[in-house]
Each structure stands twice: as C-alpha cells, then as structure tokens.
C-alpha cells in the first residue's frame, strides 16, 4: 500500500516546526537508490531533549540496537535495520528528506499501540474514533509503548486515557480480555525521519455482549473528540498516518 507518503509531504511543514523535508521522488525512496548528493536537512526539535520518554544524543549514549535494550524494545517488527556511518539506524522503508528525529522520542522504532474497540449496531461495523489535536485528523486512539510497558497495558492504557478521559470502565473488563491482533508493522506517520519512525500493533476489540452501550465516552490527553464511526463499504477518508490501512484490515476481518 501507499507506506511512504505521509512522511514525505512537502507541502506542510514538519510538525510543531517551520522545517520543510527535502523533496523525495518515489523511485529515490530506498536506500539501494544511489543519490550522492542527498542533504535532507538535521533536525530534532529542541523540546524532546532530557525528556524522560526521550533518548539521549547518539554520541552521548550507548544503544543496542536491534534489541531489547533494557526497557527500551529497538527491535523493529519489520527486518534488521541497518546504521549509517554515524552509527544511526535507518528508516527501513527508505529515505523521508528529514534526517534527525524530528518529534520522535527514540531513535530507531518508536513503538506504538493502537486499541480498535468494534462493534455491530443494525448490522453495520462501528468503531470509536478520536480527533487528535497534533494534525486534526481522526484517528484510532492508540499510543506510545512506555519503556517497561507491555503491550497489552498499552492498549488498554491510551483507549482509557483518550478515548474515556482517563476514567476507566468496569464494563470493559472482558473486552480486554480478548483482543485479536490484525497488523504488527510499520507506519506511515507524518513524525517519520530516516532515523527515527513508527510502528505499531493494532488490536481489535470487538464488542459482542453490548458493554459498550453503558459506556460514558469522553476525549481526553491529547484527544479533541471521540465519536463511533460507522463503516460502509466504503472505508472512511483521511485517517491519520496508516490508519486507514488497519480499518481496511478490520473491515476484511468482520467479512465486509
Ligand atoms: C501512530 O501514532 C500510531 O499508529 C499511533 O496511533 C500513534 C501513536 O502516537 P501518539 O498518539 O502517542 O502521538 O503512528
Ligand atoms: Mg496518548
Ligand atoms: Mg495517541
């Protein structure tokens, strides 16, 4: 599918920056693509440095890349991922025109976790949706894995945090109990640089007992709203980063 074409946009700015990416053509996107003059510009926003959630420079720590690196998982879903000549990891889809880490906390994969909580009402598939503040777009309310943090508690975590304001529901207990994984990958998110990137495990939640119904929803962290969409057989537009790609996945999981 279209996995590098968010992280590529010129148009816009870089997030919360007035940096522009370097124009990629698409045959130029892998690294086996020679272009000897490629000079992306460096940047890492100022705001992320001594962040507790946020890796060191690379000079100034020491990284076991390709690992579990303490409570840090650098592993990467997709492949081994190679290092540059300064010892930074590679975007394993290829070249973004920004080098650095931009927004991201960690160098290499950043790893997410995205919650999708389904159900069936008069016979359509519905999942809960949030608007995220950063971009505007609708989007699964998933977030970062915390060093330390499982998977699982990821999921239930950031759902909780965005899409119920934090206050936790005894209803969804069961639900969490049985989550099937759809995709474990990469991500095509706006953050993206050639050193630093997303990818994530999406989770779908489906609700078939209705606990949902008795449910109070409630945007909240970084959230500006939260909504039920419903799916047709047209999948919704203009999703956040991939997450159009994983409702597809959801769709073709529920028969639609
Ligand atoms: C996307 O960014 C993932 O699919 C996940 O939904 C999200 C995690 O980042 P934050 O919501 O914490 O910004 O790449
Ligand atoms: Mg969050
Ligand atoms: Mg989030």
Redesign the pocket.
Known sequence: GKIHVKCRDTKNPYLKSNIHRTEVPADKIPWSVPWSDYEPVDYTDKNIVGKPWADPELQDGKFRFNELDGQVNRKSYICKYSLDKDGAPLNPIGRTGLRGRGILGRWGPNH?A?PIVSRIVDGKLQFVAIQ?S?TGEW??P???VDAGETVSATLKR?FTEEALNNVSAEALEDLWKNGTTLYEGY?D?PRNTDNAW?E?SVVNFHDREGVLEHVEFKAGD?ATAVRWVTLNRQKPENL????EDFINILMKHHNL
Request: hydrophobic share 35%; proline share 0%.
């Open positions: 997410a995205d995220r950063d989007a699964i998933g977030g970062m950031e991500v998110d997303m994530t970084d956040y980063a991939s997450h």
